[in-house]
Nanobody, 114 residues
Framework: QVQLVESGGGLVQPGGSLRLSCAAS??????MGWFRQAPGEQRELVAT???????NYKGSVKGRFTVSRDNAKNTVYLQMNSLKFEDTALYYC??????????WGQGTQVTVSS
């Protein structure tokens, strides 16, 4: 069983920055990352990173968001810069084990507003 604990969400003005963190416990994880869900929308991938450091990003966040991880701490981060109104959503931490079990965090709200 994997538990994911997120932190770092909040309210920020357009153009501002936030950093999300997600600490995992319980298993060694192959892939970690972030998804988000805006009201009335489906959950969508934001960014993922493998244990080897390979990354994958949603097109609209490339160049603005950076996903990273500390394998020793089993923690994944999402540095979000140049935030836009459309980045407002509930952000979920995601993790997948080598046995392909998937886990989700409880979600942390990111609101971009002036």
């Amino acid at each position: 069983q994997v538990q994911l604990v997120e932190s770092g969400g909040g309210l920020v003005q357009p153009g501002g920055s936030l950093r999300l963190s997600c600490a995992a416990s319980g298993s060694i994880l192959s892939t970690m990352g972030w998804f988000r869900q805006a009201p009335g929308e489906q959950r969508e991938l934001v960014a993922t990173i493998t244990a080897g450091g390979s990354t994958n990003y949603k097109g609209s966040v490339k160049g603005r968001f950076t996903v990273s991880r500390d394998n020793a701490k089993n923690t994944v981060y999402l540095q979000m810069n140049s935030l836009k109104f459309e980045d407002t959503a509930l952000y979920y931490c995601y993790a997948r084990t080598y046995a392909k079990f998937e886990y989700w965090g409880q979600g942390t709200q990111v609101t971009v507003s002036s």
